[in-house]
């Protein structure tokens, strides 16, 4: 299970923010984010874009790239992760897009996951997960590797300050 806390922790120590944007999970890394005791000080919010056309409406992933390529794949990620920190004013934005199954999407297999952290500078890390189990396993473990990857980018970064 993700350590919650120690990314919070972190980004409080570094003066940063954090903004979610979730299709697969509906909600689920901001309420795992806003269970902990304190989260304000480095939780902004978040946007729940479980529509194709709300990734485009709301966080400005390009609908050519939508029109191409279908909610599920990393580019998306990236612009949705990107998007969420430019709309919540967050340092780092987060963003997840999969499919939680039961049944294939866009010929895209069930348990196919993107999950993208956009950095300050606009750098993004983004994982590819091929998860296996039932729609709410899937569904958690995007949530567990979201904030793994969150965390391993505040690592990585161990140091740099932003406002």
């Given amino acids: 299970m993700a350590d919650v ?3 919070l922790r972190m980004l409080v120590e570094r003066g940063a923010t954090v903004a ?3 299709s697969l999970t509906g909600g689920l890394i901001g309420a ?7 989260s304000s000080k480095a939780f902004r919010g978040g946007v729940i874009s ?3 056309d709300l990734k485009h409406e709301l966080l400005g992933v390009p609908a050519d790239l939508l029109a191409r390529e279908g909610a599920v794949h990393a580019d ?3 612009a949705m992760a990107a998007g969420v920190a430019r ?3 967050a340092t780092y934005g987060v963003a997840v897009t999969g499919v939680a199954g039961p049944e294939p999407q866009d010929g895209k297999p069930v348990g196919l996951v993107y999950a993208a952290v956009s950095c300050p500078g ?3 890390s983004f994982r590819e997960l091929r998860l296996e189990g039932s729609r709410e396993r899937i569904r958690v473990e995007t949530v567990d590797e979201a904030v793994d990857l969150l965390s391993g980018v505040l690592k990585a970064n161990i140091g740099e300050h932003s406002g």
Avoid at 32 to 38: E, L, N
């Fill in 5 to 7: 806390a120690g990314v």
């Fill in 20 to 22: 979610v944007a979730e």
């Fill in 32 to 38: 795992a984010i806003t269970a902990v005791s304190g």
């Fill in 50 to 52: 479980y529509a194709t």
């Fill in 76 to 78: 998306v990620a990236a």
């Fill in 87 to 89: 709309v919540c004013g």
């Fill in 122 to 124: 606009g750098q993004i």
